[in-house]
Antibody
């Protein structure tokens, strides 16, 4: 089955760290750019970061630069988001998405809540 | 960053109506414009990519048009399963950016 499955979300305090994972199956993972997109409760979609097929290029939205790191392991068909120095405003559902012309495949999302 | 502005933010329509949603980019993005549908509690689903190409499996009542800065998503005959929130998104440059969304509600 062609799918993306995220994991690793949870409730943390401000300043904490969290690592999200996204496991891909059913397609040639190493052929695609991969992205993380988030959605705060009741709000719209915000692209967070993406990574090239071989990991040689990574891009971030300004609000997470220096705090978040995207990475991938093509041998494990997985993409990751290491989130450090988390802020209350990082609270959101985080989706991983395959990028091919558009974000043409999405996971079900994992919730990250940052609260004291 | 390229700002994407959708209008309207919400609309009420009846089954069978023709619905049009517009999206304007703050600078020219050629045809690098995608449309998504999102239902509550679910991940978004791509409907249209490249401004006017219908994603495989998407009903033909959905269509997209435009280029440069102005784009349109049209639903030719609204069906009960089409009540959802719709987003445009530019894939011309980094950072990728989305419109604020258009919620289509039942009249």
């Amino acid at each position: 089955e062609v799918q993306l499955v995220e994991s690793g979300g949870g409730l943390v305090q401000p300043g904490a760290s969290l690592r999200l994972s996204c496991a891909a199956s059913g397609f040639i993972f190493s052929s695609y750019w991969m992205s993380w997109v988030r959605q705060a409760p009741g709000k719209g979609l915000e692209w967070v970061a993406n990574i090239k097929q071989d990991g040689s290029e990574r891009n971030y939205v300004d609000s997470v630069k220096g705090r978040f790191t995207i990475s991938r392991d093509n041998a494990k068909n997985s993409v990751y988001l290491q989130m450090n120095s988390l802020r209350v405003e990082d609270t959101a559902v985080y989706y991983c998405a395959r990028e091919w012309n558009a974000f043409d495949m999405w996971g079900q999302g994992t919730m990250v809540s940052v609260s004291s | 960053d390229i700002q994407m502005t959708q209008s309207p933010s919400s609309l009420s329509a009846s089954v069978g109506d023709r619905v049009t949603i517009t999206c304007r980019a703050s600078q020219r993005i050629s045809y690098y414009l995608n449309w998504y549908q999102q239902k509550p509690g679910k991940a978004p689903k791509v409907l249209i990519y490249g401004a006017s190409s219908l994603q495989s499996g998407v009903p033909s009542r959905f269509s997209g048009s435009g280029s440069g800065t102005d784009f349109t998503l049209t639903i030719s005959s609204l069906q009960p399963e089409d009540f959802a929130t719709y987003y445009c998104q530019q894939s011309f440059s980094i950072p990728r950016t989305f419109g604020q969304g258009t919620k289509v509600e039942i009249k």
